[in-house]
């Protein structure tokens, strides 16, 4: 009987602390540059990518969990721009030489263009899913619009897919069920959102039926059906969230000069975003299973923005701040620490142990 209480009295305590906990986030800085980092991104290994530069070149760098190197040749007037990565460690972004612009693909240090661009159609910041299929944008000069291009491994050229459209398409993000979503404006020049399968763009859904005065923009999407995406309402910017089951759901409410801007969503449904006091103060939040977690507190000149997160609960994020005079852009990991509940688990086997030895 003494045994069976103390099981009970465990487990309510660790129901108490599971009910109550939230998750707690060490982080380190991963490399500086006194130039910009202007994007970043993380896959479920824990490797890491970002671009850095100014305006004369700029490079793509990559810490694969054990050290920090150059990916891209460091070249004056060469942009490399847009970094990601899929869980195989293959990493695609946009090289700009000045005349044209393609995208590249690096695996296992072996740099191949996926794009050949000729000068009629540029193409922009990609992304890759598990199965290697790149999406893309690519401007054309002969219409002036932005389309849609897909890559799959073996193709000799990318295939437009929204050549059909007489609207910009822009920022494709591609999940491993091959859905793309993207921002485009519609007929009659309102911004929306659309989700669709690669395989029929066509039936494309429209999943925010714009009114006229808003903007939508900045789509990520989940390999579950789930869409973040930024609104602006005509007085501030706000996350809202998409699924098939609860249709749009706003996730922010922000009012006077507050803004929250460029989601990120990973597999365990957490959001993770820029949180701004325009002009003023730029911090990183995470929603996480429906609590708020503001993962920086910044002041002064120092700002963090530009973040990632992967389905290991890690974030990535930059933070520009002033050290003796010299201003840095930081990468900075934040990884989640055990739970407390996991130690009084063990404890309890323990003490579970000792009294049955007793007994």
Known sequence: MRILACAVAAGLLLACLRATSQPIFRTQVIYRHTNSVQSVHINNNGWIVWSEGDFTRSDVWLYDGTQVRRLSAGEQWRLNTYPRLNNRNQIVWRYDDGSVS????????????????????????????????????????????????????????????????????????????????????????????????????????????????????????????????????????????????????????????AASSFPDINNLGWVAYEQAILFQKYDVHLLADGTLIPLTNNSGTTRSFRIALNDRGELVWVTREDIGGVRYWSVILAQPVPEPASGLVLLGGVALLALRRRR
């Open 102 to 257: 393609d995208v590249v693909l690096w695996e296992s240090g072996i740099i191949t263009n996926i794009t050949r661009s000729d000068g009629s159609v540029g193409f922009g910041a990609p992304d890759i899913n598990d199965s290697g299929w790149v999406v893309t944008t690519g401007t054309n000069n002969m219409t002036g619009y932005q389309d849609i291009y897909l890559w799959k491994p073996g193709d000799s050229a990318p295939v437009n897919l929204t050549s059909w459209a007489d609207f910009d398409s822009q920022n494709p993000r591609i999940n491993n069920r091959g859905e793309v979503v993207w921002n485009a404006v519609d007929s009659e020049m309102n911004p929306q959102i659309y989700l669709a399968h690669v395989d029929d763009m066509r039936a494309y859904r429209d999943l925010t039926g714009n009114t006229v005065g808003d903007d939508y923009s900045s789509p990520d999407l989940n390999d579950n059906g789930q869409v973040v995406w930024m609104h602006h309402n005509g007085s501030n910017w706000n996350i809202e969230m998409w699924s098939e089951a609860t249709g749009v759901v706003p996730l922010t409410n922000n009012t006077g000069n």
